[in-house]
């Protein structure tokens, strides 16, 4: 089968590889669509240490099961494989599992021909969501999560927030489209990449760049930082109003430091997210199989071989797109 590998920073290669046998309890699945992450990126310049050289990266995908238990199904993935009985398994939390391994990180991702994963990670589809949009249930059943997780911080409805977003890449369009669904109504999303606001303008948000102008300061209810870095997390500490909520998506850097003398004297609630759990993952296909995000319109479908160009395309923030999958 053909695979993209990750050979080092900056260079891909797409190889002609052998098929791994398939383990007890696993099944091989035939990739339909693949989207590239914000993480691929983050592994492709040599800034994961997790994922090393020689590794098949990819972990969004929507395929057809052509070996095993699920044989003829089409199915959706949960990327991550948990243990299912450590504490956190137990809990529901399985996102935090302590065991956990990861498709496209510690063993062969998605951008291939076919994959081998466990059983229980696979999510059956209905037939009328096609692969394309299927394989964007990773990224929105992340920012599913984030969203539930900050509803849960605010003392009045989500509904009646006023709620700004930081990042109009996949996980910021998705959040507030998820947003827009859920009845928020006065939502403003910020973006420096005129092309990326354009997208989302396209999809009927309401977007600023916020180097022409800053958020008001104090004027958010709820903040979602899809970027993470030093300067949005300075604007999400300022921009939320006192007894806020500030949810933290982004994993763009480490650096600066956060104001926790204004987090602390504006009662702001200060939360983390990270990926999903089973159930976030089977709310995400009913949500996309209603069509309650609109039209999938941003996303941009190129083949597998192309892929080397995609990721130098989105590096240079070439492409228009939030989102470009993948086809074998
Ligand atoms: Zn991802
Ligand atoms: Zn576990």
New binding site residues.
């Given amino acids: 089968m053909q695979a993209l590998y990750y050979m080092g920073p900056e260079r891909l290669e797409l190889r002609e590889t052998e098929e791994l046998p398939l383990a007890e309890g696993e099944s091989r699945v035939r990739i339909q669509a693949t989207g590239i992450c914000g993480s691929d990126l983050h592994a492709y310049h040599g800034h994961d240490p997790r994922r090393k050289p020689g590794l098949i990266l990819g972990h969004e995908a929507a395929g057809v099961v052509v070996e095993g238990a699920l044989a003829g199904k089409r199915v959706t993935m949960n990327p991550l494989i948990?243990?299912?009985?450590?504490e956190?398994?137990l809990e529901g939390r399985?996102n935090l599992?302590?065991?956990?391994t990861m498709i496209g990180m510690t063993r062969p991702g998605s951008f291939a021909e076919t994959l081998t994963i466990p059983d229980h990670c696979l999510i059956e589809l209905p037939e009328s969501l096609t692969s394309v949009a299927a394989a964007l249930t990773e990224p929105a059943a992340t920012a599913l999560h984030g969203i539930n997780r900050l509803e849960r911080a605010l003392l009045r409805p989500l509904s009646e927030a006023r709620v700004l977003v930081i990042g109009a890449g996949a996980i910021g369009l998705l959040v507030s489209l998820i947003l827009r669904y859920k009845g928020v109504r006065h939502l403003r999303l910020a973006d420096t990449n005129p092309l990326r606001r354009r997208t989302a303008e396209q999809a009927g948000l309401v977007t600023f760049d916020p180097r022409d102008e800053a958020p008001d300061a104090n004027a958010f209810e709820a903040v979602f930082d899809c970027v993470g870095s030093a300067p949005t997390r300075d604007m999400a500490t300022s921009a939320v109003r006192p007894g806020g909520a500030i949810m933290h998506l982004g994993l763009q850097d480490n650096k600066g430091s956060l104001d926790v003398r204004t987090i602390t004297l504006k009662e702001v609630t200060f939360l983390g997210a990270y990926t999903y759990s089973s159930s976030d993952l089977r709310a995400t296909v009913a949500l996309l199989d209603s069509q309650a995000l609109g039209p999938l319109d941003w996303v941009e479908v190129r083949r597998l071989d192309q892929g080397a160009e995609a990721f130098a395309d989105l590096v240079a923030g070439n492409t228009p797109a939030a989102k470009v999958i993948l086809q074998p």
């Fill in positions: 948990v243990c299912g009985h450590c956190y398994c399985q599992c302590s065991n956990r």
